[in-house]
Each structure stands twice: as C-alpha cells, then as structure tokens.
C-alpha cells in the first residue's frame, strides 16, 4: 500500500514530503490510518541533527487514528478501533511492564531505529531503502504499521486532534510534575520553558497542589499560556525567577525545579539546581544535543552539601496503558485542558512551516491533521 510521509534523511535538512510503500501487519501488528499528529519538540531534534537516531526515519510519535487492518495473532485492538499511540510500547510481560514501569519496556529500545520487534522494517521508497518510524510509529505518515503494544483504544467520540496529544506531551508534562517529581500539596514549583510539554506539567503541578508555581519562559505569549493553565508567577530568565523564590520561600528555596526548556543545556540544568532548596529535586525532562554533557555541577556545595537529588525520566513515568485512558478522563470531567494546547492546525504538506513556526516561538502545540 502507498502513504504519504514526511522525513528525515540528512540531519539539519526539511522535511521531505514523499510517497513510500507501507508493508502489510506481520503478526501481533496492526495498520493504524492517523487522524492527527502532535508536532513534538523530539521530531525537531531528529530536524536538526541534536539528538541522532538512524536515518532515513519516518517522523511522527503523537499520533491518533483508526484500526484498518490487523496481523494475525492481535487480541489488544480490532479493526474500526479508534486509538491513541504511545510513542513508547508497552508489551505487557518485561521485566519494567510486569512492574508497573511501562514507560521503561524494553520493547522501547528500538525507539530511534524504528525496527519493529521481529528487527524488520515496514516503510519503503522506491528505491528499495527501508525506513524506520520514529518511536516505531511514524505519525508524521498517513498509515503506519505499528506493534499492538503501541497501541492504546480509546473512546470513539474523543476528538483525534486531542487525543494525538495524549500520545507523548500531556502524560509527559502532566507526569514530569505528577510522578517524576511528585509534587505535593502546598510545593512551591518552578518549571523551565512552557511549551508543548511544559505547559502540562504546569497542570500537573497546579492538580497536585503546588502552592508557588513559577514558570521561567523567554517568549511572552508562552508566559502567558501558563497564567491561563495555573501558573502563578512568571518570569522571562532564571536570574529574576530565582530573586522571586528566595523571597517567597523566605530564602527556604523551591521543592522542585522542572526542566522542560526544548533543548537541555548544562547552563539549565545548573540554574535549576541553584533553584531548590535542601533535599529537594530537580526533574528533567528535556532532551539535549547527542556528544555534548548536559550536567556540570561542582558536587560539593550543590548537590552533597545540600542532599539535592537530579531524577531524569522517561514519559512523565506514565504507564501507557493505564495513564492515556486516565488523562482522557480527567478530560471529560474538565479537569485537564487539552483544546487549550492546540494553537495551530497543519495539513501534512505544512509541517515544515508549522515547525518553523514552534521555532519563532508561536506555537503551543500544532497538530497536523492528516486527510480524512
Ligand atoms: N523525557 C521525555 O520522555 C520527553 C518526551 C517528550 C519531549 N521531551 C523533550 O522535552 C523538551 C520539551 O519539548 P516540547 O515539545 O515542549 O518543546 P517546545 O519547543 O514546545 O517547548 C520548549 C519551551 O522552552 C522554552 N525555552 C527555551 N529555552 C529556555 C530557557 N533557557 N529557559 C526557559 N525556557 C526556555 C521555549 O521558549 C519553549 O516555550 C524537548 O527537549 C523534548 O525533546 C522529552
Ligand atoms: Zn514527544
Ligand atoms: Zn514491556
């Protein structure tokens, strides 16, 4: 079957708009026809050459759609299914799913190759090149075969656009404040960079109950997306941010400090750390450029001195199987905004201006809905 796709060959070249062959489901995988597509801050990685994975590779891992074709042996999902794709797998059986750590399944190792669990490929050009899908989906395609691990079912009058969310930037955000850091009632919160991921963990940490929750965001509108999602100050730098906590905690510092800035830096990491207080965590959530250190600290006064604790995660520490259906609920109640997150919508064809667009600060989220 034919699909059209957008991809990555080069590192530091666009988005190449192409047709490819998309192979049948092998057993225990199913065709998904995405409706929607989230445009997350890890594709731009790939874009860019920061974070390297093997390439040529399908982008896309915030993906929504229908069930058309199944391979034999899948019992998880059937055909007209509307799902959500977890943009990690979450077999059931390893040693991290059978332990209720489904973010860790050992079936996400093949992640940046896209190779599915039999080590094949189900992507194809014209000449004869396969192609991986990113986080093994590639939603950045009109139809990908996908594991049924990767799949989540959803109800069927949940909207694609904001389910394809629930795929990767909510449980990350929501889970970064919720889980990964375990914010508490009455915690004084600051979060580094409010975007797509970001801007839930701001929710996250208002839901828990943070009593301070200040947000540290160069671009204007970004700030003011996270007033509007239960933050209660921002800040454009570190620098004013942290003269604010240390009067508001009467110098006590921050709980926690979250780094969710699109592109981690060993400057961060350090101004994060600098921001909490004694026995308290930074989490970090952001991904930064392959080769290069992104934790330079003098050990000594920051980190012994002061019992602070650095925690790094995967996916917000959510268990897919069991947080995607959870965050829609809280959905249905009102308690979690997802329509809020999406501020521009994108047909395939688009999505180099719609990342061009995440670049000059514009975006929250865009979400490119594929043809119907
Ligand atoms: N750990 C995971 O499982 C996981 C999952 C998804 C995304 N990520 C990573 O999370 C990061 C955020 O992704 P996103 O989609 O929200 O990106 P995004 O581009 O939507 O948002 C990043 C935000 O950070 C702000 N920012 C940049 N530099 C800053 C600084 N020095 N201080 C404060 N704010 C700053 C930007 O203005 C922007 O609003 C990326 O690195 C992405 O790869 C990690
Ligand atoms: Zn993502
Ligand atoms: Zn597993």
């Given amino acids: 079957m034919r699909t059209r796709a957008a991809v990555i060959r080069k590192p530091g070249t666009p988005w190449e708009l192409t047709e490819l062959e998309l192979d049948e489901p092998r057993a225990g995988e199913v065709r998904i026809k995405f409706a929607a597509s989230g445009m997350c801050h890890s594709d731009e ?4 050459g920061a974070s390297i994975g093997r390439l040529p590779l399908v982008g896309g891992h915030e993906g929504a759609g229908v069930v058309e ?3 034999p042996d899948v019992t998880r999902v059937k055909v007209g299914d509307h799902v959500v794709c977890s943009f990690i797998p979450a077999c059931g059986t390893c040693r991290y799913c059978s332990t209720g750590r489904q973010n860790l399944c050992d079936q996400g190792a093949e992640m940046v ?3 599915l669990s039999d080590g094949t490929f189900r992507f194809h050009d014209d000449s004869g090149e396969d192609l991986g899908g990113f986080c093994m989906l590639g939603t950045f395609s009109q139809r990908a075969v996908v594991s049924q691990a990767s799949c989540v079912r959803i109800d069927d009058d949940i909207p694609f656009d904001v389910a394809a969310l629930v795929g990767c930037g909510v449980p990350t955000g929501w889970g970064t404040a919720v889980y990964a850091a375990g914010v508490s009632a009455g915690d004084t919160v600051v979060i580094f960079g409010s975007g797509g991921v970001g801007i839930n963990a701001v929710q996250g940490a208002a839901y828990a109950g943070a ?12 700030r003011d997306k996270a007033l509007e999602m239960g933050a209660t100050h921002v800040f454009a730098s570190a620098e004013e941010a942290h003269e604010a906590v240390v009067e508001m905690t009467w110098g006590q510092l921050a709980d926690h400090a979250i780094v969710t800035v699109g592109e981690l830096t060993a400057e961060v990491v350090s101004q994060a750390t600098a921001m909490v207080g004694k026995g308290c965590q930074v989490t970090i959530t952001s991904v930064g450029r392959t080769g290069e250190d992104h934790i330079r600290l003098a050990a000594n006064g920051g980190v012994v001195g002061y019992q602070r604790r650095i925690q790094g995660h995967i996916f917000g520490m959510c268990n897919p199987l069991y947080d995607i259906p959870r965050l829609l609920s809280l959905y249905r109640q009102g308690r979690l905004k997802l329509d809020e997150l999406i501020t521009r919508r994108y047909s395939l064809d688009e999505i180099n201006e719609g990342y061009q667009a995440l670049d000059d600060g514009e975006l929250i989220r865009g979400v490119i809905i594929h043809d119907s």
Avoid: M
């Fill in 45 to 48: 990685h790939l874009r860019t």
């Fill in 69 to 71: 074709a199944v391979g």
């Fill in 113 to 115: 190759t896209g190779r």
């Fill in 211 to 222: 009593r301070n929750l200040i947000v540290i965001d160069p671009v204007k509108f970004k």
